[in-house]
């Protein structure tokens, strides 16, 4: 499910559009993707995330690049029936408005973030037909 972006749309509330730029390799090494996220602060965000690294199903890693630069991994980790979804994110703001009101705004850029990781948790719970545990 997470190493098909064409797919987050049809599950993941506040991905509103995601457009191939290059499909890869047979195990997605090389794509790249064009990703409009939106949340409930109404201010789109869009990046080319292209994917360095896929080991199917554990691991999808890549860089972003556009109004969000820097990398991101997505690491699947199962035991006794359980799976967890962890991803690591560290990137940086492009836009100039961000980055100006930043100082003061860090908390509802977080919450923002938090919201949409939320989002990609219920919508990928019910698309497996599994609980949602934890998200946070």
């Known amino acids: 499910m997470l190493d098909d972006p064409l797919a987050w749309p049809s599950w993941w509330r506040g991905v509103k ?12 090494v ?22 360095d690294r896929a080991e199917r199903p554990e691991l999808m890693d890549g860089w972003a690049e556009g109004d969000l630069n820097g990398r991101g991994c997505w690491r699947l980790f199962e035991e006794r029936g ?13 836009k100039r408005w961000m980055n100006a009101i930043a ?3 860090r908390g509802l850029f ?10 990609g948790g ?15």
């Open 17 to 28: 559009r995601v457009d191939e730029l290059d499909p890869g390799d047979e195990r997605r």
């Open 30 to 51: 090389g794509s790249r993707y064009l990703i409009e996220w939106r949340s409930r602060v109404p201010y789109p965000v869009e990046f080319a995330f292209t994917v």
């Open 82 to 94: 359980i799976t967890a979804v962890v991803y690591d994110w560290r990137v940086s703001t492009s």
């Open 103 to 105: 100082p003061l705004a």
């Open 110 to 119: 977080e919450r923002n973030h938090d919201t949409v990781m939320g989002w």
């Open 122 to 136: 219920e919508g990928l719970a019910q698309r497996l037909g599994a609980r949602l545990v934890a998200s946070g």
